[in-house]
């Protein structure tokens, strides 16, 4: 336990950790290992393809000398003169498409498995990571670490290969051979171009932090609408569409704003890059021209130095914009491994299962204090002793935001008690295995169920892969559920809608309470189970959950009094602790904190409260 609290503070102080995020090269290298043989070829291929470039601009400067000569002589035929020169070129550019269709297939190849590979294993890790970790992070951000995370790093790398070793490829190859052709102008070249690229890379790294604001805006415009659309019923209940609209407005105005400002900028560097590389064209033929005026330099030479030092240019902008894309990339990389390096306190398997039969269902929590982790200085138990015996219904009762939900949470050990512990048949729970005692042992139903958009016979069927159609409509019929499932056309096939929305709390409480009796569990514990339901509605739901009770080991929480009556056991809660413990009528006997709650409800409720 000390050892999982060291590795569970982490969440606690988030902050220095998500700036300084470092990119885990060994979780990268283990991604990319499978695939270094196409990555080999690709990488030959892309060097080949960049090397072929850097050939043609010196084939095509002697095929222009030959015209030349051609146009000053007028001897000889040039068709003749030129085939050589022609057919080399035409088969250099067709070794060129195929090396370069070569390796961006190998590299397509390469990206989409370790794309796949990435998020395969992000989600296993994210779905295997503790409740506390959900407790401190928002769903959206763990979703978007799935998504665009992952497609930043994979056109990064895609791109650092192809576009980066293309044009490192071209810019020495073609330096060499501009060094070659004219020694004189290369100076030249050489003076004038880390200027410009200066300038230019300046200017961009503006524009990219122009593009990385753009980006925040669109997302929080994104935001807005989520939210509203994801809460259409709030937003209508209160007649707020006019001030989404604005919010969203607002959001997308300025998004506008910036976007118009990236694209003044774009607009501005490609106009005065236009002219640069313009000027050095002009400059190079002014130079060039005079030195093949003065027979230093030949004209099909000027003219391969021209293509070449077009080249180089372009290759070196494609490399600026490129340090930008790395950079991103990166940081894509690193908030992508981040969490796959993770390991949770609580394992999801590992630990012993209690076979079947000495299986009783007999619970208790033994001294138990907890705080959250997210909240650690709050202790919400202190002290918490409760037995549970095999086959018992024990209520617990207490005000709202007692600690009661909690108590649930560490019986399906979504926690592990800070302090003390809790045990079933006399095993304390760290030494079992969760994934059993989650799938087999406990049933859980909520206050609130949470249905999956699929089908009322795969909803049912979650709480046991395996059931057959038979045991879903038994689950349906203890539960109540069958009679309404069965009334609509759809019947077990009819879809639920997102989270259920096409159902009535009552209903979705008894597909809820079918799915926990799928899997026959020896403990069922029910958190409000009806709380939220109306009266008609509460009434069914209760006596599925009576005939459900019956022979297992129930925990049954409310704050509703009339639900814990039929419980042989009731436990009041307060300050997190045990405060009283006795049958209903001991208890009101007693005159405590229990007949105090009774009394009160009894106040607020009179017809409904009035049988107690
Ligand atoms: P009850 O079910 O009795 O209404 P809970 O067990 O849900 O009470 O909550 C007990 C206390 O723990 C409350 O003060 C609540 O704010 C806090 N709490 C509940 N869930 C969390 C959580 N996931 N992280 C931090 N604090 C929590
Ligand atoms: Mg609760």
Redesign the pocket.
């Known amino acids: 336990v000390a050892l999982c609290e060291a590795e569970g503070s982490p969440p606690a102080h988030p902050t220095p950790l998500t700036l300084e995020l470092r990119f885990n090269w060994k979780l990268f290298w283990n991604f990319l290992h499978p695939h270094l043989l196409a990555l080999g070829v690709a990488i030959v291929l892309a060097l080949g393809a960049a090397l072929v470039n850097v050939q043609i601009p010196l084939l095509l400067g002697q095929l222009v000398e030959i015209v030349a000569k051609y146009m000053r002589d007028r001897v000889g035929s040039f068709m003749s003169e030129s085939r050589r020169l022609s057919t080399q070129l035409l088969l250099l550019y067709g070794v060129q498409g195929l090396m370069t269709f070569g390796y961006l297939v190998l590299l397509s190849h390469i990206g989409e498995r370790m794309a796949m590979d990435m998020r395969k294993a992000l989600f296993s890790s994210l779905l295997r990571q503790d409740i506390a970790f959900f407790?401190a992070k928002k769903t959206g951000q763990l979703v978007s670490r799935l998504t665009t995370d992952v497609q930043e790093f994979k056109s990064s790398f895609k791109l650092v290969i192809s576009q980066g070793l293309r044009s490192c490829t071209q810019v020495i190859g073609s330096l060499v051979s501009l060094s070659m052709l004219s020694p004189r102008l290369t100076l030249l070249l050489a003076i004038a171009t880390p200027a410009l690229m200066g300038v230019g890379t300046l200017m961009g790294s503006g524009l990219r932090k122009l593009s990385r604001q753009c980006q925040e805006q669109i997302a929080r415009a994104t935001g807005v609408a989520d939210e509203a659309l994801g809460n259409v019923r709030t937003v209508r209940a209160f007649a707020m569409e006019q001030r989404e609209e604005e919010r969203y407005q607002e959001e997308l105005e300025s998004c506008r704003c910036k976007a118009e400002e990236l694209g003044r900028g774009i607009a501005l560097f490609q106009g005065l890059s236009n002219i640069a590389f313009n000027c050095m064209v002009l400059g190079t033929l002014f130079i060039g021209g005079s030195l093949v005026a003065g027979q230093q330099l030949k004209g099909g030479d000027l003219m391969s130095f021209l293509v070449a030092s077009q080249t180089v240019q372009r290759s070196m902008a494609s490399l600026s914009v490129l340090f930008g894309q790395v950079v991103r990339g990166l940081s894509a990389g690193a908030r992508v491994f981040e969490y796959m390096a993770l390991s949770p306190c609580i394992p999801l398997t590992g630990g012993c299962c209690i076979p079947s039969k000495d299986l009783h269902g007999s619970i208790t929590f033994q001294n138990v204090s907890f705080s959250?982790p997210?909240?650690p200085g709050?202790e919400?138990l202190k002290d918490f002793t409760l037995t549970l015996p095999p086959g018992k219904i024990v209520a617990l009762v207490?005000?709202?935001?007692?600690?009661?939900?909690?108590?649930a949470?560490l019986l399906e050990r979504f926690y592990d008690p800070t302090a003390g512990m809790v045990t079933l048949d006399g095993h304390d729970l760290r030494t079992l295995n969760p994934s059993w005692l989650r799938g087999q042992v406990i049933g859980f139903i909520s206050q609130e169920p949470v249905l999956f958009g699929t089908t009322i016979m795969e909803n049912i069927r979650f709480g046991k892969l395996e059931a057959s159609d038979e045991e879903v409509y038994t689950a349906a019929r203890e539960a109540n559920a069958h009679e309404f499932i069965s009334s609509f056309p759809d019947g077990y096939s009819t879809v639920v809608g997102e989270r259920g929305t096409t159902l009535s709390g009552g209903q979705k409480q008894r597909l809820a309470i079918a799915r926990a009796l799928i899997k026959q569990p020896t403990v069922l514990i029910l958190?409000?189970a009806t709380s939220a339901l109306d009266a008609e509605s509460e009434r069914v739901v209760q006596e599925a959950l009576d005939r459900a009770s019956a022979g297992r080991s129930v925990l049954v929480?409310a704050?509703r009094l009339s639900t814990v009556r039929a419980a042989h056991c009731i436990v009041v809660?307060a300050n997190g602790q045990v405060c009283e413990t006795g049958t209903h009528e001991e208890l009101l006997k007693k005159g405590g904190l229990y007949a105090e709650l009774i009394r009160r409800q009894a106040l607020d409720a009179p017809l409904t409260e009035a049988p107690l």
Do not use: A, L, W
């Open positions: 407790d959250y997210c909240r709050f919400v207490g005000q709202s935001g007692g600690g009661k939900t909690t108590v949470s958190d409000e929480i704050h809660m």
